[in-house]
């Protein structure tokens, strides 16, 4: 079974507008950690928020939030009011802390977006 | 502070030959870590060093493929008689602790072709 899973290949969304990016997990694990990045065209990797699985609040960062819902194993990506320079793709990660490796992130495949002016 | 350093961001080859990729971890990381990515997926683990340690290479192919972090001087990823099917870019993170909680910081990547 995917651990990562996110369902949208494409998302299109017009300038100014807020889009959700989802994307679903499957652990076990009492104590894990969600993260998203984004890679723009020319291809690095930005760290953009992160979840605990503990923290009792949705992460906030400027324009990012993520909307954790624990029961469903899911952390949605929030970007409110969309720039043209937030077309890239987005990739929900996760680190497991069982089996002492709880170093290693977990991709997802990505979603790209597209920012219409 | 700088960010974790890649070079180089571009590497071609020919079948056959050696392909070395470097990182520099950010300025006070201990842990690195080595990622590839293969054309439109996401980013697949490889191996997780420290200094003079490798910790976890289970995610290394068991040939051709090495990884070491000196004592001094950057991490490097070494690749022999490369193939096609190596084609992918390949990313380096460091971080300064290692839990579940702690953020993963990127380099911009290497980019490797194999003709």
């Known amino acids: 079974a995917q651990k990562i899973t996110q369902t949208q290949p494409g998302m299109f969304v017009q300038e100014k507008e807020a889009v959700t990016l989802d994307c679903t997990y499957d652990t076990s694990d009492q104590s894990y950690g969600l993260f998203w990045y984004k890679q723009p065209s020319s291809g690095e990797m930005i760290f953009l928020i992160y979840?605990?699985?503990?923290?009792?609040q949705n992460a906030t960062e400027g324009r990012y939030s993520l909307n954790f819902q624990k029961a469903r194993k899911s952390a949605n990506l929030v970007i409110s009011a969309s720039q043209l320079g937030d077309s890239a793709m987005y990739f929900c990660?996760?680190?497991?802390?069982?089996?002492?490796?709880?170093?290693?992130?977990?991709f997802g495949k990505g979603t790209l977006l597209t920012v219409n002016p | 502070n700088a960010g974790v350093m890649q070079n180089p961001r571009h590497l071609v080859r020919r079948r056959g030959q050696e392909a070395r990729l470097r990182c520099s971890p950010m300025k006070g990381h201990s842990h690195v870590y080595w990622y590839r990515q293969l054309p439109e997926e996401g980013l697949k683990f490889m191996v997780y060093l420290q200094k003079e340690n490798i910790i976890d290479e289970s995610g290394m192919p068991k040939e051709r493929f090495s990884a070491e972090f000196p004592k001094e001087g950057p991490s490097i990823l070494r690749i022999q008689q490369v193939v096609r099917g190596d084609s992918a870019a390949y990313f380096c993170?460091?971080?300064?602790?290692?839990?579940?909680?702690?953020?993963?910081?990127f380099g911009p990547g290497t980019r490797l072709t194999v003709l």
């Open positions: 990660a996760m680190r497991e802390s069982s089996g002492g490796s709880n170093y290693k992130l977990t």
């Open positions: 993170a460091s971080s300064p602790w290692v839990r579940e909680t702690d953020t993963q910081y």
């Open positions: 979840q605990g699985s503990y923290d009792e």
